[in-house]
Every structure is written in C-alpha cells, then in structure tokens.
C-alpha cells in the first residue's frame, strides 16, 4: 500500500516517434502522478494519450527522456516484469478479456502468473467482484456479459494483485453514457478507498473535470487545466 501523496509516477522530458522519427507522438513530457490521486489526460484520438500509457506501462519504449513508475524503470525488462506482476494495473477500452474464459477465470489470470495459492486467489476473486458488483455473474463466460459487466470485470482483472497504480486507456469509451459513468465512479471510489493512482486516458470532457487534476494532451505535449 502506497503512503498519501506519495509520487507514484514520475517522467521527465519523455519523447517518442515513429517511422524512423518522422512521426513525433510525445514532445518532451513531464509529469507527476501521486498515490491516491485520478489524474485525466483530456484529448482527442491521436494526441497521445493511448502512447504515454504505453510507454508507463512497458509496452512501448521512449526514444528519450526517463521514467519511474512505482520505484521502478519500465525501460528494463527486469522491472518490466514487477511492475506488471505486482505494481501496476491495466485498463483497456475493450476490456481485452478472454471471451472463451469465465469472469472469474478471466479475474484470476494475473494471480496464477505470481503463483497466489488456489484459496487465496478465490477470496480475493470474491471480494473484488462484491466491490464492483458482479459476483452473481463469476461463473459466466465472457461472450454472454454487457459491456458495462465485462469493464467491471476488467477492473477486477486489474486489482486482482494489489497493485499500487491503475492505467486506464478509455475505459469509458466503449460504454454507454449511463454505464459510462458507472464505471468511472468506481474507479474513483477503488482510488480513494485503496489509495491507488490512476491515470485515465480520455476523450470526453466530463469525465476529465471530475479527476483529481487534469492534463490536456494536445499535439503530444502536456498542459496542466
């Protein structure tokens, strides 16, 4: 568990292109993500929200710049693998869910891959799915949830190892407007009761007024509104 206002995510002057550096998505970011905090990056497709998630997370790598995330450099493979295992938390737009795999087998994935013993990872799987309102669906596969079930069971996916920052790349943007707000509300309520920061990616406007603070993403550089 993270201490209050402990910085949680720090980048300084990150920078990455593609196609051979003709295409620069991020100018020199900087920013700063605190415990307990839901901080917005506010922009339209294509500015580079969904490329800055990526390069915190590990996905991608920065052509410039540096980056700590949760103590931790996701430019190293080795650091890679703990943040993914133990610190951080993914939310995708599509869930990126297993459609053949049940929820509560879609839920456990992250624990199997640390070895979390059977009974443990089972209490766990019930909790996070009382919290997020779907226990009467564990047994379900995929393919048979609404959308607003299967973000539910992301987030749970998400949580399932504790981790201390949550990124979350348009989790609303698949969603209906009512479900929508559903699902950011509880990632709201998971920041402040868990103390977890996360950073949300988002196109809309409303959702970005009721962060913590929010960041305008706009031709790959960061302002703070």
Known sequence: MSDRGEIIVRAKQVTKSYDDGRITVLHGVSLEVRAGEVVGLWGASGSGKSTLLHLLGGLDLPDAGTMEVCGLDPTREVDRIELRRHQLGYIFQMHNLIPDLTVEENVRVPALAIGTPRAETAKRVRELADKVDIR?????????????????????????????????????????????????????????????????????????????????????????I
């Open 136 to 224: 009467h669906r564990l047994h379900h596969r995929i393919q048979d949830l609404s959308g607003g079930e299967r973000q539910r069971t992301a987030i749970c996916r998400a949580l399932m190892n504790g981790p201390r920052l949550l990124l979350a790349d348009e989790p609303t943007g698949s969603l209906d407007e009512k479900t929508g707000n559903t699902v950011f509300a509880l990632l709201k309520e998971m920041a402040e009761q868990n103390n977890i920061a996360i950073l949300l990616a988002t196109h809309e406007r409303r959702f970005a007024e009721q962060c913590s603070r929010v960041l305008r993403v706009r031709d790959g550089q960061l302002s703070e």
